[in-house]
């Protein structure tokens, strides 16, 4: 978590912005703050990089400026990929500041647990977003259900903060296996249905490359499957 003097440092330096209005902190992380608010009259999220004290500042400041230009560069060719992310509005790649367009809607989370979306149509269409990105060659880092918003029955994909380029399809494995555990830690009962869609609509976009990917996920799987059973082993 940021440590509070960097907090009300860095809403300070958010409402010192020419334009830019806060309404209120929705996300307050290990590397970085999120504020909603208007940037002239534009609705937005402003991703707000905080100075980590106990990093050299050289260093602080080449990794807070390499991740937010990396996370700008992830979305815009997302964009312009046809996979539906925020828009970059603004970017202060020495401040470690990325302002992105407000998304309104849902968390995919809290749809599942509601059922009151179309699960199978939503979990295609976000399979085949997925693979859209794969084929851009941007792994997401961070594919859970927490991370797509539902706006008027379509997903929008957030939050590249853990985003890198890879074209490996150990990257993209790992990807969608993340994916598959969230679903198992929030919905188990919905896993099979969910992810069975999913796997459909990442097959569209990837074609033959698909199995490679969703082969992959299984032999991840196995691997963390061994790995449990020698920690027993050992310790029991």
């Known amino acids: 978590m940021a440590e509070v003097g960097s907090y009300n440092e860095s809403i300070a330096y958010l409402k010192s912005l020419v334009g830019f209005e806060a309404l209120r902190v929705i996300g307050v992380g290990a590397e970085a703050i999120l504020v909603e608010g208007y940037l ?17 500042e050289q260093l602080d400041n ?5 991740r937010t230009v990396l996370e700008a560069k992830l979305l815009g060719r997302a964009a312009m990929a046809g996979v539906n992310v925020p828009h970059v509005v603004y970017v202060d790649a020495e401040e470690g500041l990325l302002v992105l367009t407000y998304v309104e809607g849902e968390r995919m989370k809290e749809l599942l647990q509601d059922y009151r979306e179309d699960l199978r149509r939503l ?7 997925v693979g859209l ?6 792994i997401h880092g961070d594919l859970t259900t927490s991370n797509i918003i ?9 939050d590249f903060g853990l985003g890198f380029l890879s074209r490996r399809i150990e990257d993209a494995g790992v990807d969608l296996h993340l994916f598959k555990r969230a679903l198992e ?8 249905e969910v992810f069975s869609s999913f796997a459909e609509g990442y097959r569209l976009a990837r074609g033959s490359v698909a199995e490679e990917v969703l082969r992959k996920v299984e032999e991840i799987r196995m691997r963390g499957r061994y790995v449990a059973q ?5 310790f029991w």
């Open 40 to 56: 002239c009259r534009l609705h937005v999220v402003a991703k707000y990089r905080v100075p980590k004290v106990y990093r050299a």
């Open 62 to 66: 080449l990794l807070r400026k390499t």
């Open 123 to 129: 979990a295609r269409e976000v399979g085949y977003m």
């Open 133 to 138: 990105l794969h084929n851009e060659g941007i």
């Open 150 to 158: 539902v706006l008027r029955g379509r997903p929008y994909i957030i």
């Open 185 to 192: 830690s929030t919905h188990p009962s919905l896993v099979e």
């Open 230 to 234: 020698r920690r027993r082993k050992l």
